[in-house]
Nanobody, 121 residues
């Protein structure tokens, strides 16, 4: 069993930055690809970023490319999402997930409870 706990969400003005963290416990963290997803009210869950188990490969959708950076520290069993130049449309609950490196939610087996990010205009 793998447990994921996100932190670092909050309220920020447009143009600001936040860094989300995801602490992972349970089975061997380094064997999992990790992803970040988000879901805004009334919308479907959206892919935000993914990182391979080694950390050498990352992938972003165009909506966040150049603004968001995913990273991981296998020694600390943690994955991070640095979010810069935030926009009001980035407002959502952000989830981290562990599984197979992919942009598809159904590739991930374990999910955190989510952390709220609100960007004011």
């Amino acid at each position: 069993q793998v447990q994921l706990v996100e932190s670092g969400g909050g309220l920020v003005q447009a143009g600001g930055s936040l860094r989300l963290s995801c602490a992972v416990s349970g089975r061997t963290f380094s064997g999992y690809g990790m992803g970040w997803f988000r879901q805004a009210p009334g919308k479907e869950r959206e892919f935000v970023a993914a990182i391979s188990w080694s950390g050498t490969t990352t992938y972003y959708p165009d909506s966040v490319k150049g603004r968001f950076t995913i990273s991981r520290d296998n020694g600390k069993n943690a994955v991070y999402l640095q979010m810069n130049s935030l926009k009001p449309e980035d407002t959502a609950v952000y989830y981290c997930a562990a599984g197979t490196y992919s942009r598809y939610a159904n590739s991930y087996d374990y999910w955190g409870q989510g952390t709220q990010v609100t960007v004011s205009s």
